[in-house]
């Protein structure tokens, strides 16, 4: 036994194949054991992220499982070595991620949905690609738990944004075998693989992502998306209208489905863009809803991306039917998401074009 894990442990044969154990074998620490010790042997045993984290200790996890009516029934199979998946196992990384007890049922429920097969966990977990699980928080249950969906909700600053992210991150991997260089594949990454989680902003003027969805108003809900990354867009100079704020936005899902490699798996997936409230005002104003705004991000992208294969195409850079390209599946999955803080910067999460469908669950007592 090791002299600070406590518990049977696990670990990782150099070159072989990421053990995958049940929950109970997961380690505990004694108390007050010094943390740097603990960072060093569970990443020396394959559990971890590379950062710090906060010691696993039985009093830890026995209070982030207070009230869980069954913390060991099991509720699927993580890929990509398919572990179980059980309250206490998703409660243990919580705790290394620095997560707090009332926020175990968004962890879970993002967890959970990212088991749903539209969600293509393995692809995401194994490519060699760079997708990241990013997690969107919908309804009170945000503000309840003091997440931020004002300036910086994806940068530092706000510990349950940052932690729920991480713990959704962790778990995933943990549970599943997800290993870097032996079952996850990537072969740079990204720092969304980290934390990437936020709340849409209680007061848009739009209807929110989970009401869209066919969830009652005021549920408490969460939404995962396979991201390929972030990139930043702002509106074109002196922007006045719709089309003036838009147009780059729409230049950017032409240029991520080009960046994909071949355009046409952009056809079939969807897109995340991240509206600021100040530009989501001035839209409404305009008499743009978001409705409106994801048909025209869906167009004008679709009619720039076949535009800009047609000149790659006369140039014998590609060979792409043009006339077929589009930026996602339909206009329906362009998704609008207002949150952030003062300014005008979008954010737009393209999805990993390896085939990934976002899902939205709600938020139940666990």
């Not at 090791?2 to 995958?20: E, I, K, S, W």
Request: aromatic letters at 4%; a negative charge.
């Amino acid at each position: 036994m090791d002299p600070v894990l406590r518990g049977h442990g696990r670990g990782v044969a150099t070159g072989a194949r990421p053990d995958v154990t049940s929950p109970a074998d997961l380690p505990l620490v004694a108390d007050g054991t010094d943390p740097a010790l603990v960072l060093a042997e569970l990443l020396a045993a394959g559990l971890g992220d590379g950062l710090p984290v906060v010691p696993p200790t039985a009093a830890r996890l026995d209070a982030m499982l207070a009230g869980v009516a069954d913390p060991d029934r099991s509720t699927g199979q993580v890929p990509p070595l398919f572990g179980e998946l059980t309250a206490r196992a998703v409660a243990w990384y919580a705790v290394l991620a620095g997560c707090r007890p009332a926020e175990l049922p968004v962890v879970l429920a993002a967890v959970r949905a990212a088991l749903d097969p539209r969600f293509n966990l393995l692809g995401i977990a194994t490519t060699t690609g760079s997708p990241a699980v990013a997690v969107l928080v919908h309804g009170p249950v945000a503000a309840r738990l003091g997440m931020t969906s004002a300036a910086g909700g994806l940068g530092t600053g706000n510990r349950p944004n940052a932690c729920i992210g991480r713990a959704v991150s962790l778990a995933l991997a943990g549970i599943g075998g997800a290993r870097a260089g032996l079952t996850d594949m990537a072969t740079i990454g990204q720092p969304a693989k980290y934390t990437c989680c936020t709340a849409e902003a209680a007061d848009s003027p739009f209807p929110s992502l989970a009401l869209r969805r066919g969830l009652p108003p005021g549920t408490d809900a969460v939404t995962v998306v396979g991201v390929s990354g972030t990139l930043e867009v702002l509106p074109a100079e002196g922007h006045r209208d719709g089309p003036s704020v838009l147009a780059p936005a729409a230049a950017a899902l032409a240029s991520v489905a080009l960046a994909a490699g071949d355009p046409r798996r952009a056809g079939s997936g969807e897109q995340f863009l991240l509206l600021p409230p100040e530009l989501a005002d001035l839209l409404t104003a305009r008499g743009w809803d978001g409705g409106r705004i994801a048909t025209f991000l869906f167009e004008q992208g679709t009619a720039l991306l076949r535009s800009a294969a047609a000149r790659l195409d006369a140039q014998g850079l590609s060979a792409y039917a043009a006339d077929g390209l589009r930026v996602a599946a339909s206009p329906d999955d362009v998704h609008v998401v207002v949150t952030g803080g003062a300014g005008v910067k979008m954010l737009l999460l393209p999805t990993w074009a390896g085939g990934t469908t976002s899902v939205t669950v709600p938020v139940t007592p666990v």
